[in-house]
């Protein structure tokens, strides 16, 4: 059973922190002033990493067979990257808008 | 069912190619399939916002954001207890296992209420669906409640899912499968948060 | 028995189908812009490839059927060569296919949306509305005045919601409901909609474009034929759709300064 | 480890007619329901089509006892333009979500897919038959719409806002109808999910000894793939629908642009646009297409293989192959049904590639159906012949992508009848093919007794040569920009276009009066016709291993069965041509 490999529940109180600190980090970069994109760009790639912590760890993704990780997670975020088609039109609602 | 038969049964299978329970399976795939749902409004929610002329950040650092900091905490929090009392179910522990639920729960429910707290909060200032009191897109009222009303729902079905599970598994009804099942779920309504947090409160900070 | 009449049955389809295309029995109107006849190539051209494709493979669906029923004693015959030619086979025709229909298509498709008007365009304003257009242009001053939403009535005839008592640009915007443009001359609508999503559509022109509430959707063509055609509006917009319509004139150059003149006068 | 499997389905046969037929937790009664429910629904669909049709060919044509149907819809038994619309629009979701979801996904695969695989029921029977309660109730909400007030609504099945999202002032049927339609849907959705997620769960999970993946039959994996895609198509559409939802109900502006004006009234909104509501609904509507045809992808393959007695071409693997490639391709390519609307020109040829790739897969795929054509022994029952209209269908409904596919092509044809012909025939024809093949081949084993195979014939050569010349001069109308969605032609450039119109119609009414063929065959068979063999096709897949037509309520009988191989073994020399996947022997050369 998978469930062998899995570190006792103290690993977890240090994921917790991490996840924690994550949160707090994404807090004190919003009052950074950074130009917006690099911001934008920063909180997801945390948001990210914290998403993924999240599913590893907590979700105990990691000590699943590995067939589930690669049949899940990689379906699912190609989904949702196919979203991403959506932003060329986002800048042309700002840029055609007609009360501009 | 009987495990003898579950014994006799399985023998005769192929096997899963994931190594797990069919519910936890399931409980994947919905959690697959919820991922998309969120990702749908929050894409039409940062659209809307990437496309507004006019798009006003509410939030001040102290009470909203600290407080939806607190929240995050607490979330992270749940997921902690909660991944305690799957440790004690698998040790076999009942009593345990039914305790660290219950403080999850709470944690649920202390989540919900300063929500709902702050809802009511931002009613008072004038926020609404379609109301922006500093006179900007009023798609922010709109992408705030219906993204955090969203989550909050799935918090609040959360709590009751638990409770369930809890007393399912105290009389004996269910196992720790169901406890450790229902806790992939707690953990994905966990997840969601860490990106409403920065995309619905952080990104719309007054800076 | 089932075999053969099914493949006869299919041959008469599909010759049939092919014959109203080959005939030109019905067809597109003729092209009467500048950048319509690359929209016409690219049909052409994808019409042969699929036109090919359909025949083919109906055809031999036919032929197959028509061969191969179940007679006693008949045995199983496998495809010659086994299945991997065949897949290679259609991967590299088709594949072939779109590589050469995507690079041609995008170039009559840039032509139209990806280029910019040419400087000397004559900009015409276009409001849709349930269910009608309306054309403004900007009159002597060359500038069209702003649109009030909270102004337009059509029951005062104010379509755009124009100011002109305190927007001296909007003063002397002609509107009306039928556009008129000069012949050889390029155009440039901006579309915008008052109330639905509606559509300008001139099949003579090759140009469809939604006209999307909120927003200002340029388009630029140019007219190469004189005359009196019809703009219809294909995207559902509500009850009245099917009757939603205007008509372009395209007059030549004196006359339409004249017809210009006129409108200004009055 | 596997006792994780050890899964639900221990339950003892129900007793009493509720548990039975009604809330019944057994796959194949649900998959009856799911297959009753799209019956009906594809006959209602029908009518409005006959209905619709009528309209176009003799605009002012009194229809006796329509005003019966809505007394302002159709004054004097008239039709009124806008009821036209709504007809429409109740046509449109009927036959896309209750008919061409339901029949060849929902119901073949509730009844084969555990069946195929070995299984004695779905993983979570309960979930099943709440995905079937869900799924019903959807259709009684969405039925309410031709009784409420204005009547049904008219925005079309794709509810294209702001027409659907401002309410009533955009026009009939928007104030209450609209609204039924948007809970309507997303109830649906919800149905799916438990749907899929109980396809998908199944298939991976309650295999049966030796069925590996790659042993399953084709209309297996088919349902399999449709169920990933509708799992994560679904769970988009949903929450689009609840944004529709907040707009009509609640003022939000998800979907609402400001400063909008309607009957003189400027619209309380702001910020919000109707690219949205598209980019989310095709998001999810062109998944949707893949979910409607990759069920008679499988089912085709299935039943061709029997009837030629080989194997397909490429045997199992090319075919899976072309599954999942569409599969992923569904996902990349709903850009196409946006080229003129507004859609940014670049994306629009960022979305054209991947939709001229999607001709690829399917090319291969009919190459494989036709290659195995050549050289078989091919059995003309009804079941493959209707295999073979559908490759015929789809060819031709295929051809077509290739013009609506490029945005330089499409932005001439795109509003126009070659777009209602396309659609028709590679999604509505070909998947309806698709199910009366699978129900000329499956009812035997549904039933417990065989359809008439003279009436079968019939019925497919009328609907075969209806169906060519309903669509095929559809094209050609598109050809000559006749638009859609017009409920009456009154353009200059449409008047000479009225004779095809009245051509259509009338090969509409003589097509759809041949389905009463087909109904009155599947009743008369299902009461008086002859009982069924177990294994009438000689057909090797498990679901022609259970001991009796229709299987008992565990499938096998308690009898535990063991797969050897693929479920193609055909072709063999010999009286008995073929193996069935429970018989360890392999198939003799010839």
């Known amino acids: 059973m998978a469930s062998e490999r899995e570190p006792g529940f103290k690993f977890y109180v240090g994921i917790w922190i991490v996840m924690i600190c994550i949160a707090g980090l994404e807090v004190i970069l919003t009052y950074q002033h950074l130009p917006g994109r690099t911001f934008v760009g920063a909180l997801l790639i945390l948001a990210f990493v914290e998403g993924g912590i999240a599913i590893m760890y907590f979700m105990h993704m990691k000590y699943e067979s590995p067939n589930l990780f690669w049949t899940l997670v990689p379906i699912t975020i190609f989904v949702l990257f196919m979203l991403d088609h959506i932003w060329p039109d986002a800048l042309r609602l700002a840029r055609m808008n007609m009360f501009r | 069912m009987s495990e003898t038969h579950a014994g006799t049964h399985a023998a005769l299978m192929e096997a899963s190619p994931f190594g797990i329970q069919s519910k936890k399976l399931a409980m994947w795939l919905f959690i697959a399939s919820d991922a998309v749902t969120f990702g749908a409004v929050l894409f039409g929610y940062s659209f809307l916002r990437v496309g507004s002329l006019d798009w006003s950040y509410p939030f001040k650092f102290s009470p909203s954001i600290i407080n939806a900091f607190i929240m995050t905490v607490i979330l992270l929090t749940s997921s902690l207890t909660m991944l305690a009392g799957v440790f004690a179910a698998k040790a076999g522990n009942k009593a345990r296992c039914l305790a660290w639920m219950g403080v999850t729960m709470l944690l649920g429910a202390i989540f919900a209420i300063l929500h709902l707290r702050e809802w009511f909060h931002m009613f008072d200032e004038g926020w609404g669906l379609f109301k922006n009191p500093l006179g900007g897109s009023a798609d922010f009222g709109a992408g705030f409640f219906g993204i955090t009303g969203l989550h909050l729902t799935h918090v609040v079905s959360g709590v009751i899912a638990l409770a369930v599970v809890a007393l399912g598994y105290n009389s004996g009804r269910l196992d720790k499968n169901h406890v450790e099942t229902t806790s992939l779920y707690w953990h994905f309504v966990d997840f969601v948060w860490m990106f409403v947090f920065p995309i619905v409160y952080l990104m719309n900070a007054a800076r | ?266 | 480890m596997n006792d994780t499997q050890a899964a639900v389905h221990h339950h003892v046969a129900p007793q009493g007619f509720i548990r039975k037929y009604v809330f019944s937790l057994d796959h194949k009664v649900i998959g009856l329901q799911y297959y009753g429910l799209a019956l009906l629904a594809v006959f209602i669909g029908m009518v409005l089509s006959w209905l619709m049709r009528l309209h176009l060919g003799w605009a002012s044509l009194p229809i006796p006892g329509l005003h019966f149907l809505s007394a302002n819809g159709a004054p004097g038994n008239i039709m009124t333009p806008e009821y036209y619309l709504s007809l429409m629009t109740m046509h449109g979701t009927i036959m896309v979500f209750f008919v061409l979801t339901n029949a060849p996904f929902a119901g073949f695969g509730n009844y084969f897919l555990p069946i195929q695989v070995g299984a004695a029921d779905m993983a979570f029977p309960r979930f099943n038959m709440m995905s079937f309660w869900v799924t019903f109730t959807a259709f009684i909400v969405f039925m309410l719409a031709f009784f409420v007030g204005d009547g049904p609504p008219l925005a079309g099945w794709t509810a294209y806002t702001p027409l659907s999202s401002v309410g009533g002032t955009s026009g009939p049927g928007e104030a209450t109808g609209q609204t039924l339609w948007a809970i309507s849907i997303a109830l649906f959705c919800v149905g799916q999910l438990l749907g899929s997620l109980n396809f998908i769960t199944t298939t991976l999970d309650l295999r049966t000894k030796g069925m590996t993946l790659a042993r399953m039959p084709l209309s297996t994996w088919a349902w399999f793939v449709t169920a990933c895609i509708g799992l994560l198509a679904f769970a988009d559409l949903l929450p689009a629908c609840i944004l529709l939802i907040l707009d009509r109900a609640f003022g939000t502006s998800f979907f609402n642009p400001a400063g909008m004006v309607v009957s003189d009234q400027l619209l309380k909104y702001s910020g919000g646009s109707p690219l949205l509501w598209q980019h989310l609904f095709w998001f999810f509507g062109h998944p949707e297409v893949y979910i409607a045809i990759i069920p008679g992808f499988g089912i085709v393959s299935h039943i061709l293989c029997a009837n030629t007695r080989k194997p397909l071409l490429g045997g199992t693997r090319v075919m899976i192959g072309c599954i999942i490639a569409l599969g992923f391709l569904s996902y990349m390519v709903w850009g196409h049904h946006m080229f003129v609307s507004g859609l940014n020109p670049f994306s629009a040829l960022l979305f054209s590639v991947p939709t001229l790739i999607i001709t690829i897969p399917s090319t291969v795929a009919v190459l494989m159906w036709v290659g195995s054509v050549y050289g078989a022994k091919l059995r003309f029952n009804t079941a493959s012949l209707f295999c073979l209209g559908f490759i015929s269908v789809f060819i031709s409904g295929g051809i077509s992508g290739f013009f609506l596919a490029q945005p330089s092509t499409d932005i001439f044809l795109h509003a126009t009848y070659f777009v209602v012909a396309h659609f028709h025939f590679v999604m509505a024809v070909a998947a309806i093919f698709g199910i009366f093949a699978a129900t000329y081949f499956w009812m035997p084993k549904m039933i417990g007794r065989m359809m008439n195979e003279t009436l079968g014939k019939w019925h497919f050569w009328l609907t075969f040569i209806g169906v060519y010349c309903i669509f095929m001069p559809m094209h050609y109308l598109g050809l000559a920009a006749n638009v859609r969605r017009y409920s009456a032609f009154t353009d200059d450039f449409l008047i000479p276009l009225i004779p095809v119109h009245k051509f259509i119609t009338i090969a509409a009414l003589l097509t759809g009066a041949a389905q009463l063929i087909f109904l009155w065959n599947l009743f008369y068979a299902r009461f008086w016709g002859p009982k069924a063999p177990d294994n009438p096709w000689e057909a090797t897949s498990l679901e022609w291993s259970t001991p009796s037509s229709p299987p008992p309520f565990d499938n096998f009988g308690g009898k535990q069965i063991e797969v050897f191989h693929d479920a193609y073994q055909y072709g063999g020399a010999g009286a008995k041509d073929y193996v069935m996947q429970t018989d360890p022997a392999s198939v003799p050369a010839d």
């Open chain 3, 1 to 266: 028995m089932g075999g053969k009449a099914f493949a006869v049955v299919l041959t008469i389809i599909t010759l049939l189908s092919a014959y109203f295309i080959v005939a030109h029995t019905w067809w597109l109107p003729a092209d009467i812009s500048t950048t319509g006849p690359a929209i016409d190539r690219q049909m052409d051209e994808t019409m042969w490839e699929a036109g090919i494709l359909f025949l083919a493979g109906q055809l031999v669906l036919a032929l197959f059927c028509w061969q191969y029923g179940d007679k006693p004693g008949s045995k199983i015959k496998h495809w010659p060569g086994g299945p991997k030619p065949v897949v290679a086979f259609g991967i590299i025709i088709v594949g072939l296919e779109v590589v050469a229909l995507s690079l041609l298509g995008s170039k009559a498709w840039g032509a139209i949306y990806m280029t910019p008007a040419a400087s000397d365009a004559i900009h015409v304003d276009v409001q849709a509305e349930q269910f009608a257009f309306f054309f403004r242009y900007a009159g002597p001053d060359g500038k069209f005045g702003a649109v009030h939403p909270e102004l337009i009535n059509d029951a005062s005839g104010n379509y755009f919601g124009l100011d002109p008592r305190n927007d001296e640009a909007a003063r002397d915007d002609i509107v009306v409901g039928s556009l008129t443009i000069p012949v050889n001359k390029p155009i440039l609508l901006t579309l915008h909609s008052k109330d639905m999503i509606h559509d300008f559509f001139v099949p003579e022109l090759r140009i469809q474009q939604d006209i999307v509430p909120g927003l200002e959707i340029p388009v630029h063509f140019t007219a190469t034929k004189t005359g009196r055609w019809e703009i219809v509006c294909t995207q559902l917009c509500g009850l009245g759709h099917y009757q939603m319509k205007a008509y372009l004139q395209v007059l030549p150059q004196d006359q339409f300064d004249e017809w210009l003149k006129q409108q200004s006068g009055d």
